[in-house]
C-alpha cells in the first residue's frame, strides 16, 4: 500500500525519522523547520515535488514550499499521530501503536484528507468543485474502469462544453483536480499518467487495487470486468 500511496509512504517516513532521531523542530509558527523540509523533499521523492522540482522554483525550502508536506503536517494533528509539545512535533502513542501495520495507519489520513481537509488555498481561485463525494466516487467509479481524464470527468459530471457555475470549464477542471483526483491519488486510491510534453501533455487516472479493497459503492453492480492483456 506504501508503493501506491505517497502520503501513506510519508507518513510512514515521518513516524520512522521520530522514532529514529527524535521530535522534529518546529519554527515559532508551528512549521516544520528547514532542516526537515529539506530532508523530506529528498527522502519523499514526492511525484511533481522532487528536490529537482522544488528547488526550480525556491532558493530554500519553507514547509508551504512543499504542499504535500504541509498537508501531511495537517493530518499527522489531525488524526492524532502527532502532537505539537515544547516546539516540536512528537508521535502519539496512537501512533506507536500503528506504526508498523500501514493497513491500519491508511484508515486514518485516507477519510480525512479526501473528506475533511480544505483544498481550497492550492487553487487559484479558491474554486470549490459542484457535487459531492458520492457523487464523484461512483462516477468515477465507472469513468476510470479503462482511464480517465479531468475533460470527460467534467462532461460526465456537468455536460459537455458546460462548467459547474465558476467561469470557464478550464477552472473547473482545476478544481476537480485539486480536491478530487490529487487527494485520491495521494491516498493511493488512483494511478495518475501522464503522458506528452507541454501543452500536449495528457494525464489518465486509473484505479489502484486498493480502490475496490477500500470503496463499496452502488456503481459497482454497473463495472464490466477489465480485459487482461
Not at 507541454?198 to 487495487?209: I, V
Request: aromatic letters at 10%.
Amino acid at each position: 500500500m506504501k508503493r501506491l500511496s505517497p502520503m501513506l509512504r510519508a507518513v510512514c517516513l515521518t513516524l520512522d525519522y521520530i522514532e529514529a532521531s527524535g521530535p522534529i523542530g518546529l519554527t515559532p509558527s508551528r512549521a516544520f523547520k528547514r532542516y526537515f523540509v529539506e530532508w523530506a523533499a529528498e527522502t519523499f521523492a514526492w511525484p511533481g515535488y522532487t528536490t529537482e522540482d522544488l528547488y526550480a522554483v525556491n532558493k530554500v525550502l519553507n514547509e508551504d514550499d512543499f504542499p504535500p508536506l504541509a498537508i501531511m503536517h495537517e493530518l499527522l494533528l489531525s488524526t492524532r499521530l502527532a502532537r505539537h509539545r515544547q516546539g516540536a512535533l512528537h508521535m502519539t502513542r496512537l501512533a506507536r501503536q500503528l506504526r508498523l501495520d500501514t493497513s491500519a495507519l491508511w484508515t486514518l489520513p485516507a477519510p480525512q484528507l479526501l473528506f475533511a481537509t480544505d483544498h481550497t488555498g492550492y487553487t487559484r481561485f479558491g474554486d470549490r468543485p459542484f457535487g459531492n463525494w458520492d457523487i464523484f466516487l461512483n462516477v468515477i467509479n465507472v469513468e476510470a474502469q479503462g482511464g480517465l481524464n479531468k475533460d470527460r470527468l467534467c462532461e460526465v459530471l456537468y455536460g459537455p462544453d458546460k462548467s459547474d457555475g465558476l467561469h470557464d470549464a478550464v477552472r473547473t477542471r482545476a478544481a476537480l483536480f485539486i480536491h478530487v483526483l490529487r487527494p485520491l491519488c495521494w491516498m493511493g486510491l488512483l494511478e495518475e499518467v501522464r503522458s506528452g510534453e507541454g501543452f500536449e501533455r495528457e494525464e489518465h487516472f486509473f484505479k489502484t487495487a486498493v480502490w475496490p479493497d477500500a470503496l463499496k459503492l452502488d456503481t459497482d453492480v454497473h463495472l464490466n470486468p477489465i480485459t487482461q492483456h
